[in-house]
């Protein structure tokens, strides 16, 4: 357990449905991170927020993808219109220093698009 | 965009057989960070690398960056059950960590 949490584990949704994905990080920690994992591949970047403020953001981060840390606190990531194509592991990671290049990465929220 | 490739892609090795897992960089790496995954679940980190040369050790896992910090490796001694996951390197676009580019992974099997 590396003191990020995610919720939920599992979510099933039927395409075009809308789903929200939360993330608690470890509470000293200022960054926070969204990675997106299909199988087989290693994470891929989606976003990054230092405490409120949204840094980053990947192409791959499209439209009906929006991110959110509120008060530099939990995270969410809300998928709207949800596509086959959006079916992955979404995870979580949070970092206290930039440069010790240590994320600590929760257990990950697995999205299945029907 | 940088790009990491890892091999092998999978492995089998019998417990107590030394191994190792490399992985190739396009480009000059800022640094090098190793990290394991069990199917299904999160990331834990392992090591971390930043100069040409640099070689570090926990137990018996082993991690070295080259010194034109293109390519990196990660040996394991004398496996065990407990190693087998999935090895994935990292690093970072720019001399700042604030985002990583994963390779695609190298799934471990330890048979008894």
């Known amino acids: 357990d590396t003191g990020v949490s995610q919720d939920p584990r599992h979510k099933i949704t039927k395409r075009g449905q809308n789903v929200t994905f939360r993330c608690d990080p470890i509470?000293?920690?200022?960054?926070l991170y969204w990675y997106r994992q299909t199988l087989g591949q290693g994470p891929e970047f989606l976003t990054y927020?230092?405490?409120?403020?949204?840094?980053?953001k990947s192409r791959l981060l499209s439209d009906r993808f929006s991110a959110e840390r509120p008060k530099g606190s939990f995270s969410t990531l809300e998928i709207q219109r949800t596509e086959q194509g959006d079916s992955a592991m979404y995870l979580c990671?949070?970092?206290?220093?930039?440069?010790?290049?240590?994320?600590?990465f929760g257990e990950g929220s697995r999205l299945t698009v029907l | 965009s940088q790009e990491l490739e890892q091999s092998p892609q999978s492995l089998i090795v019998q417990e107590g057989k030394n191994l190792t897992i490399n992985c190739t960089s396009s480009k000059t790496l800022y640094g090098l960070y190793w990290y394991k995954q069990k199917y299904g679940e999160g990331l834990i980190f392992l090591m971390m690398l930043q100069k040409g040369g640099e070689e570090k050790s926990h137990e018996k896992i082993t991690a070295k960056l080259d010194e034109k910090k293109q390519q990196s490796s990660l040996h394991i001694t004398a496996s065990q059950p407990s190693h087998a996951g999935i090895y994935l390197c990292g690093a970072p676009d720019t001399g700042t960590a604030s985002k990583l580019t994963f390779g695609t992974g190298t799934r471990l099997q330890v048979t008894l």
């Open positions: 927020f230092q405490n409120e403020a949204q840094l980053e």
């Open positions: 509470s000293e920690h200022n960054r």
């Open positions: 990671a949070t970092s206290a220093r930039e440069e010790t290049g240590e994320l600590f």
